[in-house]
T-cell receptor, first 107, second 113 residues
Framework: KNEVEQSPQNLTAQEGEFITINCSYSVGISALHWLQQHPGGGIVSLFMLSSGKKKHGRLIATINIQEKHSSLHITASHPRDSAVYICAVFSTDKLIFGTGTRLQVFP | ETGVTQTPRHLVMGMTNKKSLKCEQHLGHNAMYWYKQSAKKPLELMFVYSLEERVENNSVPSRFSPECPNSSHLFLHLHTLQPEDSALYLC????????????FGSGTRLTVV
């Protein structure tokens, strides 16, 4: 079992839908990252969280340290949001990655 | 462009070839990383260089050999690879000891034939 689990593994949505991607982890962490990977392979950091909630445009990330759980929400989804979303936790000076959630948003 | 540049973007090599992957960053970071991403698996940390010194080698086969000549450049030398080594190889950089500000390159898609 991975130390970082994401759900769902695959997600399809119609443009405009509200999307939630979940991340659960089993280790002690100092921070959690949400990353976006486009089909070309490059990875972009979306958020770094250690508590509470952050918002950037249509993206919202929340974390519950007690429950060891984080969610990434996308409001008013758009086809350009199609990508793989990866949760990664910073634990004992290392980044531990989830396997990612592949999101496809159709017009 | 994220500030971390990887070349080449794609590489096809035979099992007897020797090739090198290159990573370059001009973000002022002093830690650099090689990750391997295989299909349907989490990113796997291969090597970490901090202040130009290798601080982590995650049981990587000796057919992968990293080199960090300075804090801005990182290489991964490849020789006698196996088909199962085909994957996306990602370079990242950060400020050592700080758990934010990881910046990734676009990766090199390696195919071993």
């Amino acid at each position: 079992k991975n130390e970082v689990e994401q759900s769902p593994q695959n997600l399809t949505a119609q443009e405009g839908e509200f999307i939630t991607i979940n991340c659960s982890y089993s280790v002690g962490i100092s921070a959690l990252h949400w990353l976006q990977q486009h089909p070309g392979g490059g990875i972009v950091s979306l958020f770094m969280l250690s508590s509470g909630k952050k918002k950037h445009g249509r993206l919202i990330a929340t974390i519950n340290i007690q429950e060891k759980h984080s969610s990434l929400h996308i409001t008013a989804s758009h086809p350009r949001d199609s990508a793989v979303y990866i949760c990664a936790v910073f634990s004992t000076d290392k980044l531990i990655f989830g396997t990612g959630t592949r999101l496809q948003v159709f017009p | 462009e994220t500030g971390v540049t990887q070349t080449p973007r794609h590489l096809v090599m035979g099992m007897t070839n020797k090739k090198s992957l290159k990573c370059e960053q001009h973000l002022g970071h002093n830690a650099m990383y090689w990750y391997k991403q295989s299909a349907k698996k989490p990113l796997e940390l291969m090597f970490v260089y901090s202040l130009e010194e290798r601080v982590e080698n995650n049981s990587v086969p000796s057919r992968f050999s990293p080199e960090c000549p300075n804090s801005s450049h990182l290489f991964l030398h490849l020789h006698t690879l196996q088909p199962e080594d085909s994957a996306l190889y990602l370079c990242a950089s950060s400020q050592a000891g700080i758990n934010y500000g990881y910046t990734f390159g676009s990766g090199t898609r390696l195919t071993v034939v």
